[in-house]
């Protein structure tokens, strides 16, 4: 599984805003999997990002591993439905729980609760 963090304004110097997704390299269904808690395949900003480094795996893995049994050229590319979060700054929590809890199968429920459980121990506090 990949972090992706993906800047939303990236010629505007002031604006550093941005959004994280996880992209998955499932190799027993042989597929991409793509998890983002705002976005879908609709939003063409999302499915460029994805697309350039989907490209950029395929080629470095055909350039080191071109000998292997295991090849992912023709690896599609899927949008896992996910639930979406309800504002603008839990995505990167959201990545955090795909990471702890993705199996391939079952998106990992993600609530409000869940977000603000993930920052009072990611503060310290109780």
Known sequence: ????????????????????????????????????????????????HVEFF???????WNRHYEHSKVQIRHFPTEYVATAKQGNTTDCGFHVLEYFAKWEGRIVPAITAATSLSSRKSTHGTG
Do not use: W
């Open 1 to 48: 599984m990949f972090p992706m963090f993906q800047e939303l304004a990236p010629h505007d110097q002031q604006d550093k805003c941005g959004h994280h997704y996880a992209i998955c390299l499932d190799l027993k269904n042989q597929r991409f999997e793509v998890l983002d808690s705002i976005r879908s395949e609709a939003d063409a900003d999302l499915t460029t």
């Open 54 to 60: 989907i490209n950029n795996l395929k080629e470095t």
